[in-house]
């Protein structure tokens, strides 16, 4: 286990390392100057050279790579040309609407998919079955954030029970923050639940073809008892693949969500980084992504293993 | 031979829209640039079947355009993920364990660290937003899907008789990817490729909506959800109808996909014990 641990780690620093370099060979290399980028056509040529001394931008190309890859090691992220902070404060200011909102979608979708897909491999080939599977090809099919505008009609103007958008922040309480991003997540989770039920299920019947479930039920087990002892660890492995691709979707889909309902997460940063050229934080949340995507995609390794104790001893 | 319900279903529900954007590039009934904010926020008549927009554009030739810009992109999407996808995922199979295998399989990894929100964020932070930016984004997105799916698939058929005779025939490992893999995988790539395609109107539809897509005036169905987040709750029509085109062509997508994979992969299909 702690050699299969510790091959999967060296991965995930090599699998960094190649990110960063693809990030910065887009945002700094291909622009050619990014401070006359940044600033555009009309700066003059003290500003930009001013501009260029403050981000840093005279060293040679492998001298900057490192110095942003070991200012990020050591938590800083540079800092924002037009906000004039630290980029680390303005990422985690908003890390904190973003992730949690990533994750409560995350155990909403699994939470909500995991016993529906239970259900509908229990029930196959009959009418519960086929309802579950006809209700999730069309949760497959509508995009989150129109699902998103849908609710905010139903549930925060037709029936003001949950706020149509905004954030009040943690301080005021863990309630009021949990009411404003319960739509978001319900939006963002639908879709992923319906994927993840449809997993669960194959996953599901396949096991309950296999030899030792037929064993399982001769010593007397009843298909519940099959299923919880001996189906639900075999079925579990394409399912943890499916929870972990589905992180990046759901980090991804929140940045796009958190415009549907005006959150101040990653995603408005990120959009407004944009807009205003800030290339310093767009570098800066892309591979903060990028890298949250490849710590799960490690994490789901990891799990795998702990599942299925055969993987441990392979490579 | 009898076709499958899904296929039938799928073909004609993704069929409409496709011959709506076919026939969007001849005919419109109003001209999508064409502003006429006299009329702005009508509610459908006989001159306008679907009302119009917020700037007075007529809602049917809107939609019309806009499964145009989805399909476009979406398809565009699927070519780059096939033509650079497939051969890495051929060559990989081909070399299974070389160095080459390796670098393949990494890069794939690599991509699939980036989700194509990602990507086109990275792409339009340099380049400016553009509906070729999701293009790219989406397909750059899709290689390593194909890739893998390739390379999965013509891992089981390397070790067949047929291709044991074609290399003992002399032919190079190119030669009998191209001729002799290829074919045998084509299914699978049909099926996946629908899939992809459907994902990638849905990937197109969040980078519109969010602004990294089409860009004014050309049409598209995200930006028509953008454009009528203000005015959703007056003018429930404006969000309703383009959320509706997305899902009902997504759905004939995925319905087409379930039943080509029924139809041409019998030990594929769904098993009802």
Redesign the interface.
Known sequence: MVRYAATRLISLGLSLMAASLVIFAVVEVIPGDPAAFMLGMNASEETVAALRDELGLTGSLPARYLGWVTGMLGGDFGTSYTYRVPVSELIAARLWVSLPLALYALALSTLLALPIGMLAAARRGRATDYGIMGLTQLGIAVPNFWFAMLLVVLFAITWPIFPAGGFPGWENGAWPALKALTLPAVALALPQASILARVMRSALIETLGQDYIRTARAKGLTEGQAIRNHGMRNAMIPVLTIVGLQFSFLLAGAIIIEKVFFLPGLGLLIFQGITQRDLVVVESVVMLLVFAVILVTFLVDLAYALVDPRLRHTR | MRLPVQLVLGTVLFGLFLAAALLSLVWTPFDVTELDIAHKLAAPSAAHWLGTDHLGRDMTAMLMAGARTSIAVALLAVGIGITLGVPLGLAAAARRGSLLDEIIM?GN??I???????IA??????FGPSAINAILAIGIFNIPVFARVSRGAALTIWPREFILAARVAGKHSARISAEHILPNIANLLVVQGTIQF?MGI?AE??LS???LGAQPPTPSW?RM?AD??TF??AY?RL?IL??LA???T??GL??MGDGLRDLLDPRLR????
């Open positions: 990494r990894d690599l699939f660290a980036f989700p194509s929100l990602v964020i990275l792409i339009t932070a340099v459907s849905l539809a969040g909506y969010v602004g995200g959800l009528a987040q959703f709750y429930p969000a383009p959320g997305i899902v009902l997504v759905l995925n319905l769904r098993t009802v014990r």
